[in-house]
């Protein structure tokens, strides 16, 4: 199910209305995610005891409803020395009959807000044993014995990029490793810049899937696990299909929880911001996003042209607003500052914050929330402009290299052209000076993304990347930019995340430091 | 001392020194700080192998210095089942003899990066037995019994308001609670946002101080434990004058640091940047502050007046660049979207990201750094401009209440004035839209710091700051506000941590939450 935080009426009528759809089916354990009574990730509020009060009392009012069945639900609770701990509630007979705690508190979402508890219990539901296990005990708990035939596996795992693949590869192996029916439920839906992918299943005793629930969806599954279930077949994962459903789960869920109905987005002709365009005429509909071009002296026609026919295919609202004046007055006025001196990186700045300020207005004039469009090559190697390209509710590609924008690109136009072909053909550029080409200034895409890929997914020094054969001096030229830039990225917007390293989440780094310099 | 983060070679030639100087004096013992090796805090650095790497080289290096003396230095450091932990290093004739590890990791800056050790070991110095603890063990270890005569605490504490006065009597109450004499010695310079604050100190059996340590310097000092050393009184402490102090040394070592060499500021008249400037004025000369005065049609004369004298009083270079023209021109681009909708904060919004904007290409141009003006009152209720003011390099009194900020300028013009006297006695306004005053948004300061302090700094739920006398409504608001503007502190520049709730940092709270709504 997809909760939301702290909206405790809401999630307790969800999973009360699941426990009414289970009783009608006579079904005799249902399982529900981690912290499914208040949602996640919840941060400070975990430690607030107003708001593990409202959890306790909506566990008393789901156990009111809880007859004839047993109910593991999630939540946070607090324990006897006054910790924060991530149980499961078991229900039996309406009654709270324990709590089961999790020991391995090991996201960094947690670390600060969860205290470990004592990890996996054993429960018997109508004379079959189960080891109650909370998230990433899974991973250290593997001497089940004899203890259990069911091990069930309550989680909040984040979306990242190849993870539904992994995932199902665990816990078909514990299956098998441990020959016991294995039951993995998953949160699922947006948080912000959090994605729960869902993807909840069962294995059998021979590490065959007897049932896989949907991804980046709600599901509700019912096994007889008594019965003669036909083991099904784990569909092939898409990495660009997964990231595309995850992308609409987390911008639909970021707009609808927090109440919010139309969005803004820069159009400049680009990959970037076409992609982010298309993603939300899809996911709001196109009559709720207000797009602007803002083109200057240095944009080229087929920018402007691109950049209309997109909002054209889109059927989005769109305007034309040069910032050709502005910047000149703003020229002007700082004329008597700058002198003589020449154009530079200055002025280049002063254009993407110009563009950043007029969709700041457009969002404050008319309550559209902004949409940034920067990808994560660019905010990695701080090749963009902190006020400027860094603005935005959220950035719903930001953790996405440049290569895999194109291949988003490309999956759009899947049934007909909707990006026009022309920005996914033509090369990058930012457009701030007379011929700009991005190569100018970095590498050419597909090297560049290799480099930040082993460095920062894969953790690579730099010796590593240049013993697998890159260019020494192209190495270092992009780890000094990686490391030059930290200081943009910590003022950047909110990023969806869909990788396992998260700018800024995943990698923190001082501001200040010589290493590496 | 005073370290910093990766620099490796400046950190050991300064240690290296006190190991001379030491010997030259007969020192038995001499103790640095934690993490003294590699500085702190280094965050994700920790956790790399390179980065370890250096630390043991530089450790041996410094080992071949240490002949005839014992030296216990901090750094972080491999663990056996390879996790990073704190150590402190023994160092005897020359030989690393062994590593006392940190079993207690609870700031938020290190649960990432670091792993529990085994903790308090014992050693002996000539006949003396000490008993070794690193950081917050010293909280949690209290049974020594007879295996220690002295307790020395190697530690990285940073400053909040208050902290030395508490820590003093921490120690205090150690060292007579245990009968033993107690050593404790802390890190001091600014990290970005963290100050660490020295005061390193020692007490005697009987609870009293043998010797203090200088505040927000480095300080080297030798104590005869032997000889009938005199106590010393311990100083009263003034929040104002720390908190002073505390600022100095963060911002200087920002600069210093990060090679940087000049600031620049915007001058609104207002209390905020009349402090910020006066402070850069004081750290960096003022022929390093370029401040700029951005008066619109909305800002009164006296405004302009008041920037002007201060800048003047200050000796820093002033330029008056009116946003008014690059206003009007934006306002008209802007003309055929807005149509006849009405003035409103959009405008007010576009005003400060203007001023924003212009302060950030005369950074870029020249090379300043932006310091940012804003006050923790202001950023908790969201009184303020993301991507206008919340602009800068890093915000000085971003951790200050309004009422703290003007404490900070009474105390800046203790000999005579510096910053207008009229800048500190006229109401706060934003001079945003004609005759706004602070107060018609917010609460009058007094009431709204108290509300905020009892929130932030207290953890006062609504019901119990309503009960201690708050009016209802004013707390509801309050608290309100706070909730709904979660989402511009995401994005603010790094703050100066001068309390013990610093947004962001100490205080994470979802995005996305009906929590509290």
Redesign the interface.
């Known amino acids: 199910m997809n909760y ?5 009426e ?1 999630n307790k009528m969800k999973i009360i209305g699941c426990v009414n759809q289970a009783k009608a089916q006579g079904v005799d354990l249902l399982v529900f995610s981690e912290q499914a009574v208040s ?1 996640a ?5 975990l430690n607030k005891v ?2 593990l009060d ?1 959890c306790e009392d909506s566990l008393v009012e789901i156990a009111s409803y809880c007859d004839n069945i047993s109910v593991l639900v999630g939540m946070p609770a607090q324990s006897t020395n006054n910790k924060t701990i991530s149980v499961a509630a078991l229900i039996e007979d309406r009654k709270i009959k324990r709590y089961v705690g999790k020991k391995t508190i090991d996201s ?1 979402d947690e ?2 807000h969860l205290s470990p508890s004592k990890g996996c219990e054993y429960i018997k539901i109508r004379g079959t044993k189960v080891a109650v296990v909370v998230g990433s005990d899974i991973k250290t708990e593997q001497e089940y014995g004899d203890y259990a035939d069911i091990i069930v596996n309550l989680c909040n795992s984040h979306y990242m990029r190849g993870c539904i693949e992994n995932r199902y590869d665990f816990y078909r192996r514990l299956a098998f490793m441990t020959g016991k029916t294995v039951v993995y439920v998953n949160n699922v839906g947006g ?2 810049d959090v994605i729960y992918d869902g993807s909840s299943a069962v294995f059998n005793s021979r590490g065959e899937a007897l049932a896989l629930l949907k991804s980046f969806e709600e599901d509700f599954h019912v096994i007889d696990l008594n019965a003669d279930v036909p083991p099904c077949k784990i569909p092939e994962q898409n990495k660009t299909i997964n990231v595309y459903r995850a992308i609409k789960l987390g911008l639909g ?2 707009f609808r ?2 109440g919010f109905l139309s969005a803004c987005i820069g159009l400049s002709g680009g990959i970037d911001s076409a992609v982010v365009a298309a993603l939300a005429a899809e996911v709001l509909g196109p009559e709720n996003v207000h797009v602007l071009l803002m083109p200057s002296q240095f944009s080229s026609d087929h920018s402007v042209d691109d950049a209309r026919i997109l909002a054209e295919n889109l059927g989005a609202r769109y ?1 034309i ?3 050709t ?2 910047f ?3 020229t ?3 004329g ?3 002198g003589e ?1 020449p154009f ?3 002025e280049e ?2 254009q993407a ?2 563009r ?3 969709l ?3 969002s ?2 008319f309550g559209h929330i902004l949409l940034n469009t920067s990808n994560k090559s660019e905010s990695a190697v701080g090749y963009g402009t ?2 400027g390209d ?2 935005g ?1 959220i950035s719903i590609i930001g953790d996405l290299y440049k290569s895999e924008v194109y291949d988003l690109a490309r999956y759009i136009n899947r049934n007909g052209e909707i990006i026009p072909s022309n920005t996914i053909l033509k090369a990058p550029s930012a457009e701030l000076r007379p011929n700009q080409k991005d190569s100018d200034t970095l590498l050419p895409y597909d090297i560049l993304d290799a480099i930040l890929y082993r460095m920062l997914e894969e953790g690579q ?1 730099r010796e590593e990347i240049i013993n697998a054969g890159f260019d020494e001096e192209d190495v270092y030229h992009v780890y000094g930019m990686v490391i030059r830039n930290e ?1 943009k990225r ?5 990023v969806l995340r869909l990788s396992s390293c998260v700018l800024g989440k995943n ?11």
């Open positions: 939301t935080i702290g909206d405790f809401a949602g990730p919840a941060y400070d509020l107003s708001f409202l960094r670390l600060f948080q912000t869920d970021f929880k927090n305007q607003v040069p910032i004046q502005t000149a007055t703003l002007q006025t700082l008597p500052i700058f001196l530079d990186v200055t700045n002063m914050r110009l950043g300020m007029m700041m207005a457009l404050n004039k902190l006020y860094s603005v509710a020094s200081h910590y003022q950047f917007c909110p990698r923190i780094m001082p501001l200040t430091s010589r290493y590496g310099c």
